[in-house]
Structures are given as C-alpha cells and as structure tokens.
C-alpha cells in the first residue's frame, strides 16, 4: 500500500462496524436455512460502512446504482463516494438498500421496529441496540413496546443488545452491569434473555449461530400456541445480549495504547495512515488478514462457494421489500372528509374543538380500517399543564391498539 491510496481526510466508524457484519451474517444464515423474512434495524446506524458494503455483497446495490457493479471497479466507486460531497453518507441513510431506520438518530430503533411489525405476522424484525444507544432516553422507554406486541396478528422483534463497551469516549453505563443484574432488567421488561459473549471469532460465531435458530424455534412456539389457541397471557419474547469487544479484528494497539476493545476504535483507529508508515504497514496487515484473495476472485467479485451463504430476490435483507413502502403499500379507506365539516351560517354563531371534529373523522377511518390504521399518541405537559393531547371520543379499539406513548 502507499499513501496514495488513503484518502486525505477519513471518517467513518469502525468500533460497530464488526458486530454488524456479524449479525448480518447470521441473519442470513437463518434466511437461507429457514426462509424467515427478515427486516434489520441498525440502532448504532454510523455503522454504515457494513451496511453499505453487505448490500454491495447481496448484489442489491449494484441493482439500485448501476454505475457501481459488483466487482473490483464497483468496489472503488463504492469506497470513494462514501463520506465524500455528493456520494454516499457515513451513516445509515435512506439511499442504503434494506433501511428505513436513520442511522444518525440514536435511541430510536426498537420504535421503528415495533412499528414494523405490528400488522405484519409473518415477519421477523430483528433491531441491533447499540449500548451507548441503549442509555437514551427514547430507547430506555421503548424496551416496553413489547407489552403491545400481540403473537396472532403481529410480526416479531427480536433486539440484540450489542454491548462491546464504549460510546465515543466513554465507557457504557449497560456494558458494567453484571449479566445477573442485566438479565434481571431485561427480564423485568418482559423479555427471555440469551446471552452470547466472547472474542475468540470461532466460537462466538458458533455461540451466535446456535442462539439465533434457538431464538426462532421459541419465537415459532409462541407463534402457534398463539394462533392455535393453546397460548394463555402475554408471552416472554426473546432478546440477544452480544457482548463483542468494540472494534473486534481491528488493530489491537497503536502507538504504545490499547484500541481494540477500547473508545479509542469507535471511528478511525488508524488516522495518522497516510503520513506514518508504520500505521500503512499495520493497515495492510489489517486488511491482509481477512485473506481477501480467498473471497474474490481475479475480476473483484465474490467468489462462488459463497454465493449459497446469500439469500436471494426479496429474501435478501438489503432486498426486503418491508423496507420498501413502494411494493407493500396499501391504500387506507378514508371518508370523505367534507362530511364532517362544520355547517356555519355566519362568522362567530358557534363554538366548537377542532380535535374533536377531527376525532369523529379518526373514529370512521379505525371503523373502515380495523386491521391497517394505528394511533401513535405523543404527550407532552409543561408547567403540569398538558401543551399537546388528542382525545378521541366514542372509539372502541383492540387492546393492542392503543400503543404506549412514543415521542
């Protein structure tokens, strides 16, 4: 490698990046074996680098931008539009395939999968927590969410609380507490807890392989006691804790201090590669080490023996179209909103809420909308005077209808 070969000025996020290539992974393992449709959540989104180059892997980028095929020139358009003016973000972004979560909006993940899986029975929305995520408040308040999550007529989520430790400069507050205490507020939250930790690759992938199909084949439990009415109560769903050290396979010490496993991996863990040579050299051992050669073959594609490890058309989770509104989209029955405009024979003859109007409105669509339309209530007081509250009158609505407050 030479100097030339690094941009002038890195950014991006590496301390994440390998836990979710590792979820990734496995998640396609269990697409493949078992033909689960999958839609992913990244919580920690300014993990985009792995978002980004899997969706490169699976094809589905070079589907949506045909300029940047799967090969060894798609490969470098691909790694120098990323973070640069007019390319691609360095986070998570909606040009990412697969995505509808913002990867710069920390705290909001288990939100956005909650949403998409009610109304949706048939699929698994698996959510990586980041733990520096995980000590937001909009995320504390959405462990809940589960409470609402009905096993008939609703998908699944499956959160993976990705603890490796550090946020950008500090260590976790979820990644000190002992896995006893851990499980005891995960358990309060209403979830079954499965643990897999370590930083030996081989035996956390195998630890990891074995608890996500373990986790399915209680999710498929809950399932049919549900639907076939053996099912009392309000189910235990399943939660994976991963504890992997942050930027796990990176380089392990630069310049006399500790990275790997450290905040100090969270971005670049080699900035100074382009004016010292001894952090080029330890880039290219770094790189060197994942035996590219191994995956690619002379023309920069991936090589065939992997192409059975990749699930296909809309299995593919940079592919699913649960992440497409445009291929699933169903059109609401709305009423015709000029029924229940207000008759007025002069200015100032009658005094009336405009939320309650809208609330006679909102009653009909629920009515012409049992199973598609949801309620989503934000409430805000100040001064113990409430600033923002809509009152619906005369709606009779399903228990898992009426969803917990969301901000």
């Known amino acids: 490698m030479q100097p030339a070969h690094i941009k002038p000025r890195l950014l991006g996020h590496w301390g994440t990046s390998p836990g979710i290539n590792l979820v990734w992974a496995h998640l396609n393992r269990l697409v493949v074996q078992r033909g689960q449709d999958v839609l992913l959540m990244i919580g920690p989104g300014h993990g985009g680098p792995a978002a980004n180059a899997n969706a490169w892997l699976e094809g589905t980028w070079s589907e949506l931008y045909p300029d940047v095929p799967r090969d060894a020139a798609g490969m470098l358009k691909l790694f120098r539009q990323f973070s640069t003016p007019g390319g691609v973000p360095s986070h998570v972004s909606p040009p990412t395939p697969g995505s509808i979560h913002e990867g710069g909006e920390l705290g909001y993940v288990l939100t956005h999968a909650f949403g998409a899986a009610f109304d949706n029975p048939d699929l698994l929305v698996a959510a990586i927590v980041g733990d520096g995520e995980a000590e937001t408040g909009p995320l504390e308040g959405s462990w809940k969410g589960i409470s609402f999550l009905h096993p008939v007529r609703d998908g699944t989520v499956l959160p993976i609380l990705h603890l490796n430790g550090y946020k950008i400069a500090n260590p976790t507050v979820l990644a000190r507490k002992s896995e006893s205490e851990l499980r005891g507020l995960l358990e309060g939250h209403g979830y079954e807890v499965y643990v897999v930790a370590g930083d030996e690759p081989a035996r956390v992938h195998d630890a990891l392989a074995e608890t996500l199909f373990a986790c399915h084949d209680r999710i498929g439990e809950i399932r049919r006691g549900a639907r076939e009415g053996g099912w009392r109560g309000r189910p235990r769903w399943p939660l994976i804790v991963l504890r992997t050290p942050k930027g796990w396979t990176g380089p392990r010490e630069v310049g006399g201090l500790p990275v790997e496993g450290t905040f100090r991996s969270h971005q670049v863990p080699l900035a100074a590669v382009r004016e010292d040579k001894s952090q080029l050299a330890m880039l290219e051992q770094w790189l060197r080490s994942y035996k590219p050669e191994e995956l690619f073959d002379e023309k920069g594609r991936p090589v065939a023996r992997l192409e059975k490890h990749r699930p296909k058309g809309d299995k593919r989770i940079s592919a699913t179209p649960?992440?497409?509104?445009?291929?699933?989209?169903?059109?609401?029955?709305?009423?015709?909103?000029?029924?229940?405009?207000?008759?007025?024979?002069?200015?100032?003859?009658?005094?009336?809420?405009?939320?309650?109007?809208?609330?006679?409105?909102?009653?009909?669509?629920?009515r012409e909308n049992p199973d598609r339309f949801r309620l989503c209530v934000g409430q805000a007081r100040a001064s113990g005077q409430a600033v923002n509250e809509l009152k619906i009158e005369s709606v009779k609505l399903r228990p898992a209808h009426v969803v917990a407050p969301v901000a």
């Open 322 to 366: 649960h992440a497409n509104g445009g291929k699933i989209l169903r059109k609401l029955g709305l009423p015709d909103i000029s029924r229940f405009a207000l008759e007025l024979t002069a200015p100032g003859v009658r005094s009336h809420e405009s939320t309650r109007q809208l609330g006679t409105w909102l009653r009909d669509v629920f």
